[in-house]
T-cell receptor, first 116, second 111 residues
Framework: GAGVSQSPSNKVTEKGKDVELRCDPI?????LYWYRQSLGQGLEFLIY????????KSGLPSDRFSAERTGGSVSTLTIQRTQQEDSAVYLC??????????????FGPGTRLTVL | KQEVTQIPAALSVPEGENLVLNCSFT??????LQWFRQDPGKGLTSLLL?????REQTSGRLNASLDKSSGRSTLYIAASQPGDSATYLC??????????FGKGNQVVVIP
């Protein structure tokens, strides 16, 4: 595809439910990143994939959060037993030149999650 | 832990004026620094990327400088236009491949 795509664009759920957020990176990009943007806060790093493995999961805020990536392409971020503080925009990015000093991350439009 | 600060948080300027947006970071061990633009309800668009060994980058009306030793970057937008109204985000890339972001400069250009 032409860019990073994410689905759904908006998700409203009830407290305690599980949600899955999907990211389709740019074709050929080996690295994939998840970030969270909460109201009034900056973007917060969650997790990074190199291929299908996640060398850095340190940004996940709790064990309710998990992510996987299959076939070196699509990634799913799962939030179990959602809480109101999980409400945020979840942004996915991908990049080609991992570790290179000119590596640029390209971002998707985000998924706005609202937990009632 | 890397901390990125952007000042001012918000500003309004008349059309035609030059914009100056400031970014500072606490740890100078960075790979690169990027400036992004974010429009309401949209994702981030990369504007300029400055490698750690570079001092500045230019693209059209945009110019970004980097002083790594002092932990500062400045984004200049010449002859601002209403279409420049957006939030501008500064991000530094560290050795762990993650980006550390500031909270942004929210810009309104008044016609």
């Amino acid at each position: 595809g032409a860019g990073v795509s994410q689905s759904p664009s908006n998700k409203v759920t009830e407290k305690g439910k599980d949600v899955e957020l999907r990211c389709d990176p740019i074709s050929g990009h080996t690295a994939l990143y998840w970030y969270r943007q909460s109201l009034g806060q900056g973007l917060e790093f969650l997790i990074y994939f190199q291929g299908n493995s996640a060398p850095d999961k340190s940004g996940l805020p709790s064990d309710r959060f998990s992510a996987e990536r299959t076939g070196g392409s699509v990634s799913t971020l799962t939030i179990q037993r959602t809480q109101q503080e999980d409400s945020a925009v979840y942004l996915c990015a991908s990049s080609l030149l991992v570790g290179h000093i000119s590596d640029t991350q390209y971002f998707g439009p985000g998924t706005r999650l609202t937990v009632l | 832990k890397q901390e990125v600060t952007q000042i001012p948080a918000a500003l309004s300027v008349p059309e035609g004026e030059n914009l100056v947006l400031n970014c500072s970071f606490t740890d100078s061990a960075i790979y690169n620094l990027q400036w992004f633009r974010q429009d309401p309800g949209k994702g981030l668009t990369s504007l300029l990327l400055i490698q750690s060994s570079q001092r500045e980058q230019t693209s059209g009306r945009l110019n970004a400088s980097l002083d790594k030793s002092s932990g500062r970057s400045t984004l200049y937008i010449a002859a601002s236009q209403p279409g420049d109204s957006a939030t501008y985000l500064c991000a530094v890339k560290e050795g762990n491949n993650r980006l550390a972001f500031g909270k942004g400069n929210q810009v309104v250009v008044i016609p």
